[in-house]
């Protein structure tokens, strides 16, 4: 054996040396990132175009100049700063057309990309959201889905199987991955994290995103989700339908509809202020707004109690098994109410109608001409399901793949909302319990039921708290920075404190109400003393 020899003691001062020099390259380079220039962004094209992606414009921006392409220009473009646009086309198919914009922050990028989801139809990019992303530091990108339309139009699917599937999930997750790529090419560096946030069928992205592709997004905020989607148009036909003919009830009549359901539940709360905290805890009954005599505003008629009870009721098919949730009762007035949402201001011209024939007869049946009337709620929704579910739905509750990679995702929806029920997402969400666990699930998914708001934004009660535009509020009062406290920190919310403004989306106007959002199944609990339009004197409990 070779005797035992005494190693040289390393150089502890050479070692600390190579240390410090790596440390500050370390720095430099991440220095680095997020400074950029003209050339650039002149230069991106250069680097990620392909022959599936085409790079159409790419160049600076100077702060506070940007117009979009149509309508006004609003205080959000006024307030971006300089930045990098950057538009380019996807092609993923021989139909593919998918048009996309990132921005970039020239200077004080925070290292953060924010995916922006589309309402409705989709059919333009969100420019404002692209604006307010930008002025608060982050990169942001937002697509068409590919083709340019109305939100409610849906005739450019009429032959054009390709662009549903880019609508229904494929131009937003082509979008994240090239935007990521722009983003590499003109940095020099990834995005450090990326986030998505959306609500409607902004909502249903954001869940598609997580279930389809668990890699793209390190937080996910998904608002309202309309991610049973063959069910949603089920839903809007069964309401016209009960709506058709004696049944319509015009849009005068839902000041008595609500007052009648506030004066029956309204309190069940242990709070008298307006809102139904809970309508699933309400047992209205139509019945009690019956006309005695001849018929007014102030009441209703046989024909219209029996199609109010199926609204709230929801779609049933010929044995009578539910197809999809009813609406909840309080909350039917105001711009984001019934009247323009379910019975439209006139018969046959409601907001629902116009997504149902969108989707069924220029999407499902290829045919312009279909008549919602004659929808067959056995076969029609089966093939319905069968044909565009895998296209369209974001139902699976299997997120294994997401939560693996350390995913994150908060659900919220409004409990007046007029567009979408409510107790839909509160379905998606047990339905993740029920198959991932209790335990595992709360580790990286929580639902925040709003009291009082309607579709996204809106209604009488507090619906502004952060959820759409990663504005500077802390996590306390935005659901943005809650989320990427959460992704960062491994803090998860317990609360978010929402306002409600004294006029809607006005901060300027002055606060009437502030009260916590609490994590289902837990609700805001008074604690029998102080202002009940204060959050502080509320405690998220289980009622």
């Not at 699917?157 to 999930?169: A, I, N, Q, R, T």
């Not at 409607?200 to 905020?221: T, V």
């Not at 294994?400 to 007029?418: C, E, I, N, Q, V």
Request: glycine share 12%; hydrophobic share 40%.
């Amino acid at each position: 054996m070779e005797p035992r020899r005494n190693k040289p003691r390393p150089d502890l001062g050479y070692d600390v040396g190579i240390m410090k020099l790596h440390f500050w390259i370390a720095l430099t380079a991440l220095a680095c990132v997020g400074a950029a220039s003209a050339s650039d962004c002149e230069g991106v094209a250069g680097k990620v175009a392909s022959a599936s992606t085409k790079i159409t414009l790419a160049q600076v921006v100077a702060a506070g100049t940007f117009a979009p392409p149509s309508g006004p220009k609003s205080p959000a473009f006024q307030a971006a700063p300089e930045f990098c646009r950057v538009q380019g086309v996807l092609m993923p198919s021989a139909d593919s057309h998918i048009e996309f914009e990132v921005w970039l922050p020239v200077s004080g990028w925070n290292g953060k990309y924010l995916g922006v989801g589309n309402g409705g139809f989709a059919g333009s990019i969100e420019y404002g959201a692209l604006a307010a992303a930008v002025a608060n530091g982050y990169v942001a990108s937002s697509t068409d889905t590919g083709h340019k339309a109305g939100g409610t139009d849906g005739a450019w699917g009429l032959g054009h199987f390709e662009k549903v599937v880019d609508y229904g999930y494929r131009a937003i997750h082509e979008t994240a991955e090239k935007s990521k790529a722009i983003v590499a090419a003109y940095y020099g560096g990834a995005p450090q994290k990326s986030y998505f946030s959306s609500c409607s069928n902004g909502g249903r992205q954001a869940l598609i995103e997580a279930q389809k592709f668990p890699a793209d997004y390190d937080g996910i905020i998904a608002g309202a989700p309309a991610n049973n989607f063959t069910r949603v148009g089920t839903g809007f036909v069964s309401n016209a339908q009960a709506l058709d003919g004696a049944g319509y009830i015009p849009a005068a009549k839902m000041k008595a509809i609500e007052a009648a359901a506030l004066t029956s539940c309204d309190a069940t709360d242990g709070v008298k202020d307006g809102v139904i905290d809970n309508p699933t805890k309400c047992h209205f009954d139509p019945a009690v707004l019956l006309c005695k005599g001849e018929a007014n505003d102030s009441c209703l008629t046989e024909p219209q109690v029996a199609a109010l009870k199926k609204i709230y009721a929801g779609p049933k098919n010929a044995k009578g098994e539910s197809l999809y949730p009813g609406f909840q009762p309080g909350g039917e007035t105001g711009f984001g109410g019934w009247g323009a949402w379910i019975t439209g201001f006139s018969p046959g011209k409601s907001v629902e109608l116009a997504f149902a024939n969108g989707y069924f007869a220029d999407m499902l049946f290829q045919d312009a001409a279909w008549d919602y009337r004659k929808m067959n709620f056995d076969h029609d929704v089966k093939l319905s399901d069968d044909k565009m579910g895998p296209i369209l739905n974001g139902t699976n509750a299997d997120l294994k793949a997401f939560k693996a990679r350390g995913g994150k995702l908060l659900l919220y929806h409004g409990w007046s909302d007029a567009a979408l029920p409510p107790t839909n997402t509160i379905h998606y969400y047990e339905s993740v319990i029920a198959k991932m666990g209790k335990k595992q699930t709360e580790q990286f998914v929580e639902l925040f039921m709003v009291p009082g708001m309607q579709h996204c934004g809106g209604g009488p009660g507090p619906n502004e708290f952060g959820a759409m535009s990663p504005a500077s509020a802390d996590a306390d009062h935005s659901m943005v920075k809650a989320m990427e406290q959460w992704v960062e920190k491994g803090t998860a919310p317990t609360k978010i404190i929402a306002t409600k403004y004294k006029a809607d989306g006005n901060p300027g106007s002055g606060v009437a109400r502030t009260r916590p959002l609490c994590p289902y199944p837990t609700e805001a609990k008074y604690s029998g003393s102080g202002s009940t339009d204060d959050a502080a004197n509320f405690s998220c409990a289980v009622k």
